[in-house]
């Protein structure tokens, strides 16, 4: 538990975009329960906002303070420890300190003052009598509901609304006011019934379904009404007049939202091979100290079983563990190991969760009654006190970089943490990046390697397909699944196995066409083409969510009937079903488990062999182990291997090399089937020898003569506006101010302006500059200078998102 607060004043954080703290006075009904990690609210200017308690201050400063005008929590959310780790992460990012810790708490702890918009009695009427203009009767719609609307949802509904709101204020037909919007997310109670110490002689009539109750009471000594309902569905009507007859005792009593899945059956750990031993023994030698180590195991090779001895070593010791992976759907298969192995003494944290289950066991960690927790990137600011390892599963995945608001890196905070704890840090992968490896190269790293698949099973046989030879045939089919990949599908059905196969592309079309004009149907937001999604029957935007129904006519023509061209996983789906009718086919991608739970059937379904083909996208192509999967197919190896971006070929040789160790981890030999229109790029021949050495021995030449990471520190600013002409005109005097503050030595190389790749997303129109230099201290300063100057925070209608580390520059 972190200290009380023992002076009159404290140091707040506040969850606005401001880059200072701020302290205020606490009232002494408040003081004997507030410490450091609490929330409070506090006012800020004429708002009241969330903010976190700092740490405690002797006075006030030069500034007349404010009083705290709530204690939100009863316990600390956090460590007072965490707060220089939250502090780190803040200045390393640019990003406010509030905004920070708002970002590393369970989603739904936020209260603050919004300005809402509520229509008055004169206005309801005037709508009801028909006596307003369109736009403003849409408004004051809008207005009239129960809670109103907030000024920034009429925004984005309507950007021309606030001067029709003025407008309307004028007239006393809405109010304008603030509202405290309270949080979302809270803790559970549930009712347990128990038998009173002495029964009450009051005579109660005693149905069958009461007496069943009773009995049920009785037998178990306590029971929740939740189990009750089980059994007897109307058991919250009948507990009532029970307990007011004094016949039951009923109390409210907090209980955790348990997110785990079925129960799993405690295993044995297996006799370590002999790599496998070597690798933990050199790890534990080595001491509870500071040591970030790069484990490079082929796929298969059991990396997975390192981790948990190295985890069980720490929880001997009385510490914890945080375990990362980096897709959801990976957490179930390594939770459900973890639990087999260590009980219920883990948490799991990652977005699939609900609010109330996410912050139950944000709660379950901090009260220390778990002490492993695995998750997704969020879990690496988890409130474990006295971390004895990080592990970061899969080190080199993407998944691991927040592309919005707090754009961290999970990978590289693992390693920030584990340096403040002073603990070992295991970044394992059978592709690791190409920082990583630089980073072993430069003995910033250790690193330990696993050569061998457990069991001694063989690495997949993989053969290249050039898929030019089948471009002019009349053949459709062969031109996507060609007849090697098809005659490898059926032999493997043939032999009881299952098959994956794999394209990083979901829906059905992806480049549907005008027949009688040509153009493409694009979104009318976004600088892209729509997807056909023929299960839903419509075509969608993949960057904003906009949609056209099937029947659409061409908007540039208004007459072309729509030609579906292109192919995903849907369409794939498709054409194995019509290939292999006797086959069971499931898709895995984005869209067919987007439903919750849906990807843990899907995973199970797997698991247990009742179904025979498996459609999927990068999420099946990492760390799942199927042992039945004896033959991967690759539909298109070069999808990501043109794109506008320096890490292109890194990304396709881990995703390639990675689905290709899917297959034949059981007792068959595995075989991989790799489609491609470049055979004889490195990137895919590196890929086929399942050789990282060789393609980072062939990639970061490239990388050095061009001063890319990670042979330089680079920051990318995402600016986008609504107007084209106002986000240039920003783009090009930010890049000014870069130029004349960029002075000290070695002075750092501005690129840019540009326009993105993707020139406008959800109608805002999209340019970047790119900062790159040799010192993150000198590039930090030099943006941060920028962004404060009053001439670019004057404008408000363009924004300049900052990415420090970017893994995109899309």
Request: net charge positive.
């Amino acid at each position: 538990m972190s200290p009380m607060i023992s002076t009159d004043y404290i140091e707040v954080a506040v969850t606005l975009p401001v880059n200072q703290t701020f302290v205020y006075r606490i009232p002494d009904k408040f003081r004997d329960d507030a410490c450091p990690g609490m929330r409070v609210l506090v006012p800020f200017g004429r708002r009241r906002v969330t903010g976190y308690i700092l740490e405690e201050k002797p006075e006030s400063g030069p500034y007349k303070t404010k009083e705290v005008l709530d204690l939100l929590d009863d316990h600390p959310l956090f460590p007072e420890s965490d707060i220089e780790f939250f502090k780190w992460v803040a200045n390393y990012y640019i990003y406010p300190l509030g905004d920070t810790i708002k970002a590393a708490m369970p989603a739904g702890l936020d209260c603050m003052d919004v300005v809402c918009a509520f229509a008055t009695v004169k206005g309801a009427q005037a709508l009801d009598a028909g006596d307003l203009a369109r736009e403003e009767a849409r408004i004051i719609g809008l207005a009239n509901a129960k809670n109103g609307i907030s000024l920034k949802a009429l925004s984005r509904r309507d950007p021309a609304g606030a001067a029709v709101l003025r407008r309307l204020e004028k007239k006393d037909l809405v109010q304008v006011t603030a509202v405290l919007q309270k949080e979302t997310a809270g803790i559970k109670t549930e009712k347990f019934i128990s038998l009173p110490e002495k029964l009450q002689t009051q005579q109660l009539r005693m149905s069958a379904k009461r007496q069943k109750i009773l009995a049920m009471v009785r037998e178990a000594g306590e029971v929740s009404l939740t189990s009750l309902k089980r059994h007897v569905p109307t058991a919250p009507n009948l507990i009532k007049p029970m307990a007011e007859a004094g016949w039951l005792n009923v109390v409210n009593r907090r209980v955790f939202r348990d997110p785990l899945g079925d129960p799993v059956t405690p295993d044995t750990p297996p006799e370590l091979t002999q790599e496998q031993n070597a690798v933990v023994k050199q790890i534990q030698d080595r001491g509870d100290v500071f040591s970030p180590c790069l484990l490079v195991g082929v796929t298969g090779s059991g990396k997975t079983e390192v981790y948990m001895r190295l985890v069980a070593d720490a929880v001997a010791k009385g510490k914890g563990a945080i375990v990362l992976v980096p897709e959801i759907a990976l957490i179930s298969q390594t939770e459900r190991r973890f639990r087999a192995r260590f009980g219920e003494n883990i948490a799991v944290i990652h977005s699939m969760l609900s609010q109330g289950e996410r912050l139950d066991q944000w709660r379950k960690i901090s009260h220390e009654k778990v002490n492993i927790v695995i998750g997704a990137r969020s879990a690496i600011f988890t409130p474990i006190r006295n971390i004895g390892i990080i592990i970061v599963d899969e080190e080199h995945d993407y998944s691991y970089k927040q592309e919005s608001g707090l754009r961290y890196n999970a990978r590289d905070l693992a390693v920030v943490r584990a340096k403040m704890h002073n603990c070992p840090v295991v970044l394992g992968s059978a592709t690791p990046s190409v920082q990583s490896c630089q980073n072993v190269m430069s003995e910033k790293f250790f690193k330990l390697e696993l050569t061998r698949r457990v069991n001694n099973q063989t690495l997949p046989d993989i053969t290249l397909v050039d898929m030019k030879k089948y471009q002019g045939g009349d053949c459709y089919t062969d031109r996507i699944i060609t007849p090697e990949l098809g005659r490898a599908v059926r032999s493997c059905l043939e032999k009881g196995n299952q098959a994956l196969i794999f394209l990083n592309r979901r829906g059905f079309s992806t480049f549907p066409l005008c027949a009688s004009c040509g153009k493409t149907l694009g979104c009318p937001h976004c600088d892209v083409t729509m997807t056909f999604h023929k299960g839903e029957d419509q075509y969608k935007c993949h960057l904003c969510g906009h949609v056209f129904t099937s029947d659409i006519r061409c908007p540039d023509c208004g007459t072309g009937k729509i030609r579906n061209l292109g192919f995903g996983t849907e369409k794939i789906e498709s054409m194995l079903k019509t290939l292999f009718p006797d086959a069971r086919v499931a898709r895995v991608d984005q869209d067919s488990t987007a439903k919750k739970g849906s990807t843990l059937t899907i995973l199970r379904q797997i698991r247990n062999r009742t179904v025979d083909i498996i459609v999927g996208t990068q999420m099946l192509a990492k760390g799942h182990d199927f042992p039945s999967i004896t033959l991967v197919g690759v539909i298109c190896a070069d999808l990501s291997l043109s794109l506008p971006d320096f890490r292109a070929s890194e990304r396709t040789f881990q995703l390639l090399a990675q689905v290709a160790g899917r297959a034949g981890r059981g007792q068959e030999p595995g075989r991989v089937i790799m489609q491609t229109f470049n055979p004889d790029h490195f990137t895919i021949q590196a890929a086929r020898n399942q050789d990282y050495l060789e393609f980072f021995n062939q990639e970061t030449p490239f990388r050095k003569a061009l001063t890319y990471p990670p042979f330089s520190r680079m920051i990318q600013l995402k600016i986008s506006g609504k107007n084209a002409e106002q986000t240039r005109n920003h783009a090009q005097l930010a890049a000014e101010i870069l130029g004349k503050l960029n002075t000290r030595e070695p002075k750092a190389q501005i690129l840019g302006p540009i326009e993105a790749a993707i020139q406008k997303i959800s109608s805002r129109f999209r340019w970047q500059i790119l900062v790159k230099g040799a010192s993150s201290g000198n590039l930090s300063r030099l943006v941060s200078a920028m962004v404060q100057d009053p001439v670019i925070q004057k404008v408000k209608s363009v924004s300049i998102a900052i990415d420090v580390d970017p893994y995109s520059l899309l």
